[in-house]
C-alpha cells in the first residue's frame, strides 16, 4: 500500500482520448505519467490530487488509489475493510457512497461486498453512509484482488464551473481540449470554429491562450477529504500562471442562440475580452486579418439514416469555404463517418483514433496548413 506522499493517480480519459492526456500531464510534470487502458497513471502526493484537478484540461476525473488486498470470500473482505485505515483518507462527518464492482472473482456478488466496505466505514469510523454521499469510495474487485479508490474530483472534471448556457449538441469541454491538443495548439495562434454551438472550442482555446487552469471556477470532492489543507490549495489557486495574449479566439454560428450562449458562457468564464461571437452561415466566413491559425469544427453528425446524405452538402460549403478563403490555415473536423469528413473535399491527413462521445463514436480529421 501506498503511503501518503506517493499516491497512485488514475486521470479517467474520454476512451480514446489516454495518449494525450498522457501528453498534457507530462507537460505538466506529473511524475511518471503512462497512459493504460481507460486513462493515464502518475503518482504523487495530495497537493499533485489537487493540481490535476485544478490544472488537466483532459482528465474526466482524478480517482486516488487507497489500497489493494487479496480476499477471496466476504468474511476476509470484511475483516480486512474494517482493519482499513479510514481515517487516514476520510472525515467522520462528510457523507460517503461506496460502489463497488466484480470481475472474474470468487466474491462475485458486489452489492454484498459493497455493503461490507458501507459497514466498515460507518462502524469504524462513523462516517455516514448515503446514495447522495459527497464522496465516492470505489471497491473493485479483480481476479479475487480488491482495490479501494476515492474520487477526489466529485462533479466530472468537463463542468469547468462556468458554463451558464449550453445549446444543442456540446462537445465536453475534456474532449474539446484534447482534440485542440491533437491539432498542435498550444495557445499561440488565433482559433475559429464555425459552428461553435455553446463556444467550447473558442472558450477553451482562449483559456489555453490565457494560461487559466480550467478548474478555476468550482469545487471539489477533494476539498471534503481528510488531507485537505486550505492554506496550501489556496496559494496553488493563487499561484496558476495566468499571462495576457494578443490573439482573439472566434466563433459562429448560424443559430442566434448558440451565439447568446456562447457570450455569456465566455463572460462568465472571464474571457470574453479575447472572444468575438457572430451570426453566421458557414457558407459566409471569412478569415480574420493577421496571423492563419486553426479552423477547427464539430458539425451536425445526424442521428438517423438518411441523414448523412442530407449532411453531406452542409460539409461540401465547409470545405469549399475554407479552401477559397483559408490559405496557410489548418483544419480539424470532429465527426462520425469518413464519408461525412470527405465531404468537405479537404486535404484530410490520417485521422485520429475513435473516440467514445456518450456512446456515439466520433474521430478528429486534421489537415495541415491549405494551400
Ligand atoms: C454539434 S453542434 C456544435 C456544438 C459545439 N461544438 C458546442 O460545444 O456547443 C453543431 C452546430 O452547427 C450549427 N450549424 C448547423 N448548420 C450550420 C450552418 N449552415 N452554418 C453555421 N452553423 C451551422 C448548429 O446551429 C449547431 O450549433
Redesign the pocket.
Same mark, same amino acid.
Given at each position: 500500500m501506498e503511503t501518503a506522499d506517493d499516491l497512485e493517480i488514475f486521470l479517467i480519459a474520454t476512451p480514446g482520448l489516454e495518449a494525450p492526456l498522457c501528453a498534457e500531464a507530462l507537460e505538466r510534470g506529473f511524475a511518471q505519467a503512462r497512459t493504460v487502458k481507460g486513462g493515464v497513471v502518475c503518482h504523487g502526493g495530495w497537493p499533485e490530487v489537487w493540481r490535476a484537478n485544478l490544472e488537466l484540461r483532459g482528465a474526466n476525473k482524478v480517482l486516488v488509489r487507497l489500497g489493494s488486498f487479496p480476499a477471496v470470500h466476504l468474511a476476509q473482505l470484511d475483516k480486512r475493510a474494517r482493519k482499513f485505515p479510514w481515517a487516514r483518507y476520510l472525515r467522520a462527518d462528510v457523507p460517503v457512497k461506496v460502489e463497488a464492482s466484480s470481475r472474474k472473482s470468487r466474491i462475485y456478488h458486489a452489492g454484498a461486498a459493497r455493503q461490507r466496505i458501507e459497514r466498515a466505514i460507518s462502524e469504524s469510523l462513523g462516517a455516514p453512509i448515503s446514495s447522495e454521499g459527497t464522496i465516492r469510495v470505489l471497491l473493485r474487485i479483480e481476479k479475487d484482488i480488491c482495490t479501494l479508490s476515492v474520487d477526489s474530483s466529485g462533479e466530472p472534471l468537463h463542468k469547468r464551473g462556468h458554463k451558464p448556457a $449550453? *445549446?444543442? *449538441?456540446?462537445?465536453r469541454e475534456t474532449m *474539446?481540449a484534447m482534440f485542440l491538443r491533437e491539432c498542435g495548439f498550444d495557445g499561440t495562434e488565433p482559433v475559429l470554429?464555425?459552428?461553435? @454551438? &455553446? @463556444?467550447?472550442?473558442v472558450i477553451e482555446a482562449a483559456e489555453i491562450a490565457l494560461g487559466l487552469p480550467p478548474g478555476r471556477s468550482r469545487s471539489f470532492a477533494f476539498e471534503k477529504l481528510a488531507k485537505f489543507d486550505h492554506a496550501l490549495w489556496h496559494n496553488m489557486q493563487l499561484g496558476a500562471n495566468a499571462h495576457e495574449t494578443q490573439l482573439i479566439f472566434r466563433g +459562429?454560428?448560424? #443559430?442566434a442562440g448558440?451565439i447568446e450562449a456562447s457570450i455569456a458562457n465566455a463572460d462568465e468564464a472571464g474571457i470574453g475580452h479575447v472572444t468575438r461571437f457572430q451570426q !453566421? &452561415? $458557414?457558407?459566409d466566413i471569412k478569415p480574420p486579418e493577421g496571423s492563419t491559425g486553426l479552423v477547427i469544427? #464539430?458539425?451536425? !453528425?445526424g442521428a438517423r439514416i438518411g441523414d448523412e446524405k442530407r449532411l453531406r452538402s452542409?460539409y461540401g +460549403?465547409l470545405g469549399n469555404v475554407l479552401i477559397k478563403r483559408f490559405k496557410g490555415w489548418r483544419v480539424g473536423i470532429v465527426t462520425t463517418t469518413p464519408g461525412l469528413a470527405r465531404a468537405t473535399r479537404l486535404p484530410l491527413l490520417p485521422p485520429g483514433p475513435i473516440v467514445d462521445h456518450g456512446g456515439t463514436k466520433i474521430r478528429l480529421y486534421r489537415t495541415g496548413p491549405l494551400e
Open positions: $449550453v *445549446a444543442k *449538441a456540446p462537445m *474539446a470554429d464555425p459552428m461553435c @454551438g &455553446s @463556444g467550447t472550442f +459562429s454560428d448560424r #443559430n448558440a !453566421y &452561415s $458557414v457558407s469544427v #464539430n458539425p451536425p !453528425y452542409l +460549403s
